[in-house]
């Protein structure tokens, strides 16, 4: 569970790295280069998120619905941070 | 930047090892197995197929980068398949861990073992042929 939080966060930070600073210095400088790195950074780290809590739902037995909000919220911006206060903490 | 042809290998023997992790992990969560097995093949997962499952994607997202292959119409329907795979191996994963713990998979993965070579056809059929 220690990993599936740690991941949450880092997704999350990933997310807001990639919306609020890489996106506008593409479009609003003309350098790309953030987005080249955070948004396959981000990519990977919502991979590895939505692994987890496959893993984590079979486990524990969460209901199937629990665990595709939890995946569809990943992919909301700041909801990974409310997500990891809500998981047990074991 | 290593060169493309090199990551291209590289991606494939990960897939390799992903694949034959994923399907080992499928059959011994279908058929019951000793706890020794499961110990082992929980191992054989941690050590082995969980970092080729991680190389696979950070080598399948460079590629697509510097392959330039996003206006691909195959990529996303590979994509899909790759997904699948990969969530199918996250359950299978938690599932040895309850299969351990003395407790029963859920028992939709008796079919895994049948999704692995429906979704490695997919993806090798679209990878060679690149049909749109």
Known sequence: MLLLRAVALLEAIAFLLLLFVAVPLKHLTGT????????????????????????????????????????????????????VRSLPAK | MPDYSLLKILHAIAATLTVIGILMSAFAVAKPQPATKLAAMRKWDLFVTVPALVLVWILGVTLTIEGNWFPSGWLPLKLVFVLGLSALHGMLAGSLKRLQRGQPAPAFLRFAPYLVIVCVVAIVALVETKPF
Request: no cysteine.
């Open chain 1, 32 to 83: 790309p280069e953030p987005v080249l790195v955070l948004g396959p950074v981000h990519g990977i780290a919502f991979l590895a998120y939505a692994w987890l809590i496959g893993r984590e739902a079979v486990d524990r037995s969460w209901p199937a619905g629990r665990a595709l909000w939890l995946i569809i919220a990943g992919l909301i911006p700041l909801a990974p941070f409310f997500i």
